[in-house]
């Protein structure tokens, strides 16, 4: 090689064990080379639009799965926090059906804990708040009135031979005529807390200065 030149020699023939002919050739390497440059770019390129690609394909992968399950992970957290949340569904494939599914049970997971909720402090038969719910009311109000707010009465009221009804009459029309009387103590005490504390018995709480 020589000036950027590629030299090849060849010997003809010897004469008596000595070269005394030789061929040489001698071309450009640049020249030589120059057919490959085609080549060489289209390797390039090639390279280079494969990279785009795979970089193309990381971000359709970071938005359609990654960050998805990432915020299915969050609101994962957030459900055994006990806090109701949803997650918005992005996409109609794997992931997005994932994500309806993880939606429908965190709503009916708060939808049980709303009923139990409910039926932990409401009667079963006539809806109105038990006596839990009348212990933690009259607890507030107690407080209030200790400290100078206003004024509270607490009514007992029971039903006369309400046994002689279920005897007579059957379980099924005394839970019904417990119904109405909680409806109309509820009508007749308008804004105050009425209350069944089980049985006959119920608990109204009258607030105000009258």
């Not at 050739?25 to 060489?40: I, N, R, T, V, W």
């Amino acid at each position: 090689r020589l000036g950027g030149n590629m030299v090849l020699v060849r010997p003809l023939g010897t004469s008596h064990g000595v070269v005394s002919t030789a061929l040489m050739f001698e071309f450009s390497l640049a020249e030589a080379l120059a057919e490959y440059d085609f080549l060489k770019y289209t390797v390039l390129l090639t390279g280079f639009l494969g990279l785009l690609m795979v970089a193309l394909a990381s971000l359709r992968v970071a938005k359609h799965i990654v960050r998805p399950i990432s915020a299915l992970e969050q609101a994962a957290r957030a459900l055994e926090r006990g806090q109701t949340t949803t997650v918005q569904v992005v996409s109609d494939d794997e992931i997005g059906t994932l994500t309806k599914s993880f939606n429908a049970m965190a709503t009916g997971i708060a939808q049980r804990e709303q009923r139990i909720r409910h039926m932990a402090y409401h009667d079963a038969l006539t809806d109105l708040p038990n006596r839990v719910q009348l212990g933690e009311t009259l607890n507030a109000m107690l407080a209030e009135v200790t400290a100078g707010k206003g004024s509270l009465a607490v009514l007992f009221l029971d039903l006369d031979n309400f046994k002689i009804i279920n005897d007579t009459l059957g379980l099924q029309v005394g839970g019904t005529m417990l119904k109405i009387v909680g409806e109309r103590l509820v009508e007749a005490a308008g804004e105050h807390f009425v209350a069944r504390t089980g049985g006959d018995e119920f608990c109204v709480l009258l607030t105000g200065d009258e």
